[in-house]
């Protein structure tokens, strides 16, 4: 029910819309709404005679009834003649704003019978008949206040809802409700403040705030409505509740409640920013001062400068429910450091007892001392090096023998050559040899014989040669090549035998599987060793439902299942050899697999390879010319295999087929025939190669096949042996992994390698995590076991690089942006925290062994996760593969066949998400590794120096060093974690100490061989297979050798390997940009990029470097030198070098002129490609051949390619070591280049979204030509609105339609779309003529990107224009339509003001007269006045919402940011200082023009040049400055436009440079001089803004009028006891004339003096421009000639005020005088006034009014002394005085103190006081002469 019930009113107090119809009924009260349809009713058939009557009402009174009847009826609900007389004050005012000109509002008023009613109307108006004095309800309880706002509520409702309720009545109820709760509010607070409930009075300030509430002036900005009251009662309901809950419970959880309350309380509709909740925060401090509990203060405490509202929050709530410790961050961190601690606890590890027992075992066992062996090792120089003692270290270190290209001079360089060779995967290593001078092996060749030795007898020569053979029988002189291979394996550690296995079958070579030691004899299994080869190969399924298909595998070889055919030889046969049987059988003989005989440096006597048996895999490619169908492991027992009875057994068992070479079958002892008879009893097949036999039928007996082999044809034989090898695998089922035949090798007594103690437990724990993941579904093994790195961590990405390119900012400042995104990071932290710890069982296993264990354990750990988790990816994958390949497949044959595009919508979905899945299923071991650094950069937040968060990077770091790589950037967020890779590069130099380094990296197309060729380089362990397997960027440390650190001048070279650029499957997730930043990144961080290129064309590599070289240029602050060389892969012409001249000048002039367009756009002085990167074209391109010397899978490496390898490797480092040592950091500097790279990066964002150069220029050829065609729509646009603006404030457009401003800006948007439809086809025909020079496919492919871009670049910029226009129209239409409306409101308020002056004052006096003999409060006093306040507000405020806040500042900030785009440039316009001057300097602001694009100009820049610049730039501030008074006189509001204004401004400044200048202004001119004009003009327009409300705004009018309102009001009711208040006040409006007064008058005394004293000002202008001239030589300034001459107005001036400013502040304290005597005539004039005011009213007996009268006398005697307007001084006129002498008495006294403190103030003045300076009314004078 509403407040209260009112009676019935009678005709003349009821509602404006029925009332003239109801005055025809008699006069009776309504009776309802039935009564008053009923009274319609009757009165339709008269309806249209009474209009008529209306009409010529109208008609008499002149105003036209066409225009008026319509209104009346329609506006306040006329319908007869009568109404009329009925109609109040509220009614007219809205017909008032309607009128077209100002003899209408007579005639309205002589028609409604306005003018005589206005007094009464405006008192039943302001205040109801039956309430004598308006009266604030009483509220003094909260309940009190909510029961109020719940029938505020329901009147509302009532009124809304009642039949035939007009929004009228409505706007009527809101002002009674919005003034009721106002009231309401203001009591209760009133009534807490007395009480000192503090909390309370907040709790409902926060409420009552939150919905519009202003506290300074008790009322609300905006009428109330239901929703608004509604929401203020049900919180302060529920927030009371809460509060007294917790309140009897424990105080600071109700203060908490009280916090959390205020810091999220808001309407559904709104949001609080981080900046209202930190001015709420704020506030309730201030308002608590300092009387919260001291837990709150604490927690607060905490908070504070954190500004993570979301925390603080949380922390409130938690205190609320009572689960809040104070100590609740630091046990949190306690906790997560101790999970951390707990992971690195000491794990279960074999203990040191048990590694001295095998080490002792080893040593007894290795007592047993073969002399033979250990020669050999000494020839080698290999005697330190045995047993196992050659690492990793000796393979990859860089020293002289891996940078030069030759031949081992003596055996013991042979094992160094051998790893240098295999390094470079060249195969042909297999055959090094070393002839020693000691041992020549063969003797020289004599050129000629002599006569004796002609006359020998040929006996002679027989017995002669018998000899030689005999002595060629004999020992060789030189290391057997495969005894060079197995000395080394033999004195090689695990991890080297495991690079140097796969180096080894990369070059297709055999490998070692069983290896007897040379000292004890007992026989290795290297299973370990084999654990890293990679085989992949492809064959055709035989059955199931796949039969007939290809199916591609990729395995570790050693895991795979493969059918074991095993050959060894019984006897010995010196014409057939088993191992050249073999490489013909794998490769048709043009690969030596295994070694034989016959190679290269072969000899008889071999020490190491008997009893070895070697392992080699035929792979078949899925080719009808495969040897075999499927893969087949070849096994070759060295030696008779009658002496190696072990190892054939071993054979036997794992074998799918055996094939044996017998000889010597006649002579067969009794143990070869022993062994026969076995092999021929064994299930397993028998092949017999009797070597003895030929032209022998093969014969078969079970599963025995003999076969003669004697003369036979090698073709036939090897076709006839595979054929049966064939046929024999065919039925036979059984297949072994090496992993599966480690069981049958123990039972044999083998050792294996993987069996050692550190192996075994390392493969333990490897095992046991990677059955963790296996719980999980491998897709969702990241999301689940590696949080750290999923969704969250790319969100902290993002905003992280949002943070400096700061996209989507809306309205926000610069500030205010900043701080919410740095907010929203730390969030974002605390929930990766949240989620990471306490840590899974996975990552807390993963640290806490890495942590523990020692560095060889460590290693076989790395090895063996790597292992298994390939393991556990690579099924899943080729599943997934083989479906998205199906799938994808489809969709193309649905392209063909033009399937409806739904279908293939629903394929592509399906594609994507296939894409997604295989995505989140690789997962590797480089995973695991992300995610401790995410955990470490999660962790630092928290800013703790305990010993495990240190450990974590040491784990990273010894890893480098160990020779693993380690994730530089992450290629899935394509981020740099860089807190994290500097935390590994601090621990690098604490474990090595701040090295040299010498940075290469290594970039390229996906695919092209970037890491192989780094691994065949360097011996490194990068990922290699086709596709994208690299992600992101990887960094590896190699060492130099201690003799070539001095010669080359660093000691560790950083490789870095980068994923693929250009890949197909990211294409669509912003690829151009990634690739772009990446390899802008590598280039810029190394000092050599390798540039690899497959094929001859270097286009896509191209685009790449043009795009880093314009962000190099970009870059200013970092301080780079890199420098490129550009390899050619797959070019297989040794003559290519040669034959590609001109395509190496191409290039460079492609690059050149890339570089030089760059150069131009971004103002830099720059010719070539290599003044950015270094780059010679003549010694910087490389051409390598094809890596595989035939097909692959089993096709060896080129050796070609291996040459070329060696032949970069040495031209890179002889370029290291040419360059400065001013380019080679130490670590420490590449830690801090890193991170100054990175963050320019982030700085960054333009250049990396365009494909090349080109682009970019054709972008910013387009961007001006846009810019051009927005300001024009805009410019047009603005001149529109200031025409509409003036129309409406004449009162000439009442209302504007979207149609109608569309068609005002037709024309213009016409004319512009047909500039752009030309623009665009001039564009066309430039490519369309370019296109006829066409040559090669690539530039076919490179002109229909270019039409690709212009039809892009049509439509986008079309659809930005078109978007533009739209948003434009928007604007202006809502400004236009709020135009209108405050028009209205002004209208209203202007007709009022007078009114409710007098009716203020009128109610004071009768309040008076009321409460005269009593003495009132001074709230008392408030109260009343604030009622009334109440009434005005909510009579002139609006049911919409207050006028919008416009964010000046931010908007320039965001205009500025499109508009230059700088990287870095938001913190240039945060660190602008707003105080700054715009400071022409040459050398910063001019530049050369240029000839042909590139040649500087000749010319130097004359001072005349510079006059001009700087004229220029005087023109372009004066123009702007301009522009704003102009705006400011006009008294316009702010508009986004003007800053386009300002911007449109400098460019066409820049632009008026004369085209024949010899220089021009650079970007750094527009960007300072733009800067400077924009935080000048920002000042101004809030002023202005500020200006524009107080002036349009009824609510923010009277805000500023309230005080003076109030005053009136307290001294009207002081009444005669209010002559001392009478006169302060009118001092005080005296005081501010008075002050103007004297300034005004004191510039033009001084003006004046200086002028009679001064020769220079007296006379003409010539005599001071003489003056000026004379003072030029006498200063001896050069520099004040520079100014005269260039700009002679402002040093005109400048001398004027030089002089004036001297004269005045020369110590004499002349201004002061000036001043006081200025003060002393006025004051003497205003007490004249006084005098003479007083003596005319003592003489008017007949007047009353006498207050008003000595007003009227006082100010008309100040008339032409001071600018007093009597409308200021209304409020005093009605003040009951009689003793008018006590009056002036009063005044006098008030006039002598304001006196005093005038001149107190002038004491200190100084020129800047005065609105109007003497040097300006003497400047002016001058200038007009």
Not at 19 to 39: F, V, W, Y
Not at 818 to 847: D, G, T, V, W, Y
Not at 886 to 904: D, F, P, R, Y
Not at 1762 to 1789: C, M, N, W, Y
Request: glycine residues 4%; charged residues 30%; contains cysteine.
């Amino acid at each position: 029910m509403p407040l209260e019930q009112e009676k019935p009113q009678p005709l003349e107090s009821q509602g404006c819309i029925k009332r003239g119809c109801a005055a025809l009924l008699p006069s009776q009260e309504l009776q309802g709404t039935e009564g008053e349809d009923m009274a319609f009713q009757e009165n339709t058939q008269e309806g249209d005679a009474k209009a008529q009557l209306l009409a010529e009402e109208l008609e008499k009174e002149g105003l036209d009834a066409g225009y008026w009847l319509p209104k009346v009826m329609q506006i306040v609900g006329i319908k007869c003649r009568e109404a009329p007389q009925h109609l109040e004050q509220e009614d007219y005012l809205q017909l008032e704003c309607e009128v077209r000109h100002t003899w209408e509002k007579k005639a309205l008023q002589k028609l409604l019978k306005i003018t005589d009613k206005v007094s009464s109307i405006n008192v039943k108006w302001i205040f109801k008949a039956q309430h004598a004095l308006p009266r604030s309800p009483k509220v003094t309880q909260l309940k009190e206040l909510i029961k109020t706002l719940q029938q505020m509520k329901e009147h509302i409702h009532a009124v809304t809802e009642a039949s035939g309720s007009s929004a009228s009545a409505v706007h009527v109820a809101k002002k009674k409700a919005t003034m009721t709760s106002s009231l309401a509010i203001y009591s209760l607070l009133q009534s807490l403040r007395e009480k000192d409930q503090k909390e309370m009075e907040l709790l409902v300030l926060l409420i009552a705030t939150s919905t519009g509430y202003q506290v300074e002036s008790s009322t609300f900005q905006h009428l109330l409505g239901h929703p608004e009251i509604q929401y203020m009662a049900k919180e302060m309901e529920a927030a009371h509740e809460e509060y007294v809950n917790l309140k009897e419970q424990d105080a600071d959880r109700a203060e908490a409640s009280l916090l959390l309350t205020g810091l999220t309380v808001t309407p559904e509709s709104q949001e609080l920013s981080p900046e209202q909740k930190r001015e709420r925060l704020v506030f309730m401090e201030d308002h608590m001062k300092g009387l919260w509990s001291t837990q709150i203060k604490n927690l607060l405490q905490k908070h504070r400068g954190d500004e993570d509202w979301e925390r603080l929050e949380r922390d409130l709530n938690s205190l609320i429910s009572g689960s809040l410790d104070d100590k609740w961050d630091q046990q949190k961190m306690e906790n997560i450091l101790r999970d951390l601690e707990d992971s690195f606890a000491t794990p279960e590890h074999p203990s040191q007892s048990q590694s001295k027992l095998d080490s002792s075992e080893s040593k007894a066992n290795e007592a047993i001392v073969n002399q033979e062996f250990l020669q050999l090792l000494k020839r080698l120089g290999l005697q330190s090096r045995y047993p196992r003692k050659m690492g990793m270290g000796d393979f990859c270190t860089i020293n002289k023998t891996s940078l030069q290209d030759s031949q081992p001079s003596k055996e013991t360089e042979l094992p160094l050559y051998f790893l240098q060779k295999l390094l470079i995967v060249h195969y042909r290593v297999r055959y090094l040899t070393c002839w020693d001078e000691k041992n020549p092996g063969l003797a020289p060749v004599p050129q000629t014989r002599s006569q004796e030795e002609q006359s020998e007898s040929f006996e002679n020569f027989l017995d002669n040669l018998t000899e030689a053979a005999t002595e060629l029988g004999g020992t060789d002189g030189h290391v057997h090549p495969i005894d060079l291979q197995m000395a080394i394996f033999h004195c090689a550690d695990d991890f080297l035998r495991q690079t140097l296995a796969t180096k080894l079958a990369f070059c297709q070579l055999a490998l070692p599987l069983l290896v007897p030691n040379p000292c004890t004899s007992r026989i290795e299994f290297l299973l370990y060793a084999l654990s890293q080869i990679q085989r992949s190969w492809k064959e055709t399924e035989k059955s199931g439902k796949q039969a007939g298909t290809k199916s591609y595998h990729n395995k570790l070889i050693f895991q795979a299942q493969t059918p074991i055919v095993s050959f060894f030889r019984i006897g010995s046969s010196a014409s057939s050899s088993k191992s050249q049987l073999l490489n013909t059988l794998l490769s048709r003989r043009k690969h030596d697999t295994f070694f034989h005989r016959h190679c290269r440096g072969s000899t008889r006597e071999r020490l190491l390879m008997e009893g070895v048996v070697e392992i080699a895999w035929y792979c078949p490619r899925g080719s009808p010319d495969d040897t075999f169908e499927c893969c087949v492991a070849f096994c070759n027992l060295h030696g008779d295999a009658r002496d190696h009875g072990a190892q054939l057994q071993f054979l036997q068992e794992i074998s799918a087929v055996n094939v044996a070479l017998v000889s010597d079958l006649q002579h067969m002892d009794s143990r070869g025939k022993k062994l026969l008879q076995g092999l021929w009893q064994s299930e397993r097949p028998l092949i017999c190669l009797l070597t003895e036999k030929e032209n022998m039928a093969a014969g078969r007996s079970r599963r025995t096949i003999t076969i003669g082999i004697k003369n036979r044809n090698e073709a036939e034989l090897i076709e006839q042996l595979t054929n049966i090898i064939m046929d024999l695998l065919e039925g036979s089922n059984l297949r072994f992994s090496l992993d599966a035949c480690v069981d049958k090798a123990r039972q044999h007594g083998f050792v294996v390698d993987a069996d050692k103690p550190a192996c075994v437990t390392a493969k333990a724990k490897a095992k046991e995590l990677v059955d963790l993941l296996k719980k999980e579904k491998l897709s969702e093994i990241k999301s689940q076991l590696l949080p750290l790195q999923g969704k969250l961590w790319n969100e902290w990405c993002k905003k992280d690089k949002e943070l400096t390119r700061l996209q989507e900012q809306g309205d926000k400042s610069i500030e205010h942006h900043f701080s919410q995104i740095e907010n929203e990071k730390k969030a974002i932290r605390r929930k990766q925290l949240e989620q990471a710890f306490p840590l899974n069982s996975l990552m807390k296993s993963f640290l806490g062994f890495l942590q523990t264990q020692p560095a060889d354990t460590k290693k076989y750990f790395l090895q063996w996760m790597k292992v298994l988790m390939d393991e556990l990816s690579c099924g899943p994958l080729e599943e997934l593969r083989r479906d998205y390949h199906k799938l994808w497949s489809e969709i193309q044959a649905g392209k063909k066949n033009q399937e409806k595009n739904s279908v293939n919508a629903e394929l592509l979905s399906r594609l994507d998400a296939l894409s997604d899945e295989i995505n989140n299923s690789s997962i590797g071991l480089e995973h695991l590794l992300r995610e401790v650094g995410k955990i470490y950069e999660a962790l630092e937040l928290m800013e703790t120096d305990n010993y495990s968060f240190v450990k974590l990077p040491e784990i990273a770091a010894e890893l480098m060093v160990s020779g693993y790589p380690v994730e530089l950037m992450d290629g899935d967020a394509s981020y740099l974690p860089l807190r994290w890779v500097g935390a590994i590069f601090d621990s690098l130099i604490e474990r090595l100490g701040d090295k040299r380094v010498f940075v290469l990296s290594v970039l390229g197309i996906q695919s092209s061989g970037k890491s192989t060729l780094l691994n065949a380089m360097f011996g490194l362990q990068f990922n290699v297979s086709a596709g994208r397997c690299t992600r992101g960027a990887f960094m590896q440390l190699i060492p130099v050798g201690k003799e070539l650190q001095q010669d080359l001048g660093f000691d560790f070279v950083l490789v870095v390997d980068t994923e693929g650029l250009r890949a197909t499957e990211m294409a669509n997730k912003q690829s151009l940009n990634h690739d772009n930043e990446l390899a802008t990144f590598v280039i810029g961080v190394s000092n050599m990029t390798v540039i690899n290129v497959f094929g001859e064309n270097p286009s896509e590599m191209q685009y790449v470097l043009q795009i880093a070289v314009q962000a190099f240029l970009r870059m200013k602050k970092v301080n780079l030198s890199p420098s490129c060389l550009l390899v050619h892969q797959n070019v297989g012409e040794a003559t290519a070098k040669g034959s590609n001249m001109e395509g190496r000048r191409r290039l460079q002039e492609k690059l050149d002129e890339m570089t030089v367009v760059a150069a131009q756009q971004e103002f830099c002085d720059i010719s070539s490609f290599s003044d950015v990167i270094g780059f010679d074209v003549n010694t910087h391109i490389h051409y390598f051949t094809h890596l595989w010397e035939g097909n692959p899978p089993m096709a060896p490496p080129n050796p070609t390619y291996s040459q070329n390898v060696q032949q970069l490797k040495s031209k890179i480092f002889q370029a290291a070591k040419e360059q400065s040592q001013r380019s080679i950091l130490r670590l420490s500097s590449l830690k801090i280049r890193i991170g100054d790279l990175w963050n320019a990066l982030l700085n960054e964002n333009f250049v990396f979204s365009f494909k090349n150069s080109l682009e970019i220029a054709a972008y910013r050829k387009l961007e001006s030509a846009f810019s051009q065609w927005t300001w024009r729509l805009r410019s047009h646009i603005l001149d529109v609105q200031m025409r509409l603006d003036n129309k409406i404030r004449n009162g000439d457009l009442q209302n504007v339609t979207r149609e109608h401003l569309e068609g005002l800006v037709q024309e213009t948007s016409d004319a512009i779309e047909k500039e752009v439809e030309k623009y665009f086809e001039e564009d066309k025909e430039l490519v369309q003529e370019t296109s006829d020079d066409i040559e090669t496919e690539v530039e076919k492919c490179i002109e229909g990107h270019k039409k690709h871009w212009i039809h892009l670049s049509k439509s986008c910029t079309q659809l930005k224009l078109e978007t533009l226009k739209e948003c434009l129209l928007v604007e202006m239409m809502k400004k236009c339509e709020n135009l209108i409306e405050l028009q209205k409101e002004q209208k209203k308020l202007d007709a009022r003001n007078l009114e409710y002056e007098d009716e203020l004052l009128r109610r004071s006096r009768e309040l008076a007269v009321t409460l005269k003999g009593r003495s009132l409060s001074e709230r008392e006093l408030k109260d009343n006045f604030t009622l009334v306040w109440n009434q005005w507000i909510a009579e002139v405020s609006h049911a919409a919402c207050p006028p919008d806040q416009v964010h000046i500042d931010a908007e320039i900030e965001d205009v500025l940011l499109k508009h230059f785009k700088e990287p870095g440039f938001y913190e240039r316009i945060r660190s602008f200082p707003k105080e700054r001057r715009f400071s022409f300097d040459k050398e910063k602001y001019i530049m050369k023009k240029k000839y042909l694009g590139f040649i500087p100009d000749p010319r130097n820049i004359s001072s005349v040049d510079v006059i001009i610049f700087q004229l220029i730039t005087v023109q372009i501030i004066a123009n702007v400055r301009a522009n704003i008074d102009e705006k400011e006189r006009e008294k316009r509001d702010y508009s986004q436009n003007f800053i386009h204004e300002i911007l449109n401004e400098v460019q066409k400044g820049v632009n008026s440079v004369p085209s024949n200048a010899k220089c021009t202004f650079n970007k750094e001119y527009s960007i300072d001089l733009s800067l400077y004009l924009c935080k000048m003009a920002a000042e101004r327009f809030k002023t202005m803004h500020e200006a524009f409300q107080k002036a349009n705004y009824p609510a923010v009018y009277l805000s500023s009028k309230r005080e003076d309102f109030f005053q009136c009001f307290l001294i009207s009711f002081q009444g005669s006891a209010s002559i001392t208040s009478f006169a302060g006040f009118l001092c005080d409006k005296v005081e501010t004339a008075l002050r103007r007064a004297v300034y005004e008058r004191t510039a033009k005394d001084i003006a004046e003096d200086i002028q009679g004293k001064f020769p220079d000002f007296q006379g003409k202008r010539g005599n001071l421009e003489v003056s000026i001239l004379r003072h030029l030589p006498e200063e001896e300034y050069f520099e004040y000639f520079t100014q005269y001459l260039t700009s002679p107005k402002e040093f005109f001036w400048s001398y004027i005020e030089t002089r004036v400013e001297s004269y005045c502040l020369d110590g004499s304290r002349r201004l002061e005088k000036f001043l006081y005597s200025s003060l002393n005539r006025l004051y003497r004039n205003i007490l004249s006034a006084v005098s003479l005011s007083t003596q005319i009213v003592k003489d008017r007996k007949d007047r009353e009014d006498k207050v008003s009268l000595w007003l009227d006398e006082f100010c008309r005697e100040l008339t032409e002394v001071i600018s007093l307007p009597r409308s200021d001084l209304k409020g005093l006129e009605h003040q009951e005085v009689t003793d008018i002498e006590f009056l002036s008495s009063a005044v006098v006294e008030n006039l002598a103190a304001l006196r005093g403190r005038l001149m107190k103030e002038f004491a200190d003045a100084d020129l800047s006081s005065f609105s109007r300076k003497p040097q300006t009314i003497l400047a002016e004078h001058f200038s007009g002469l």
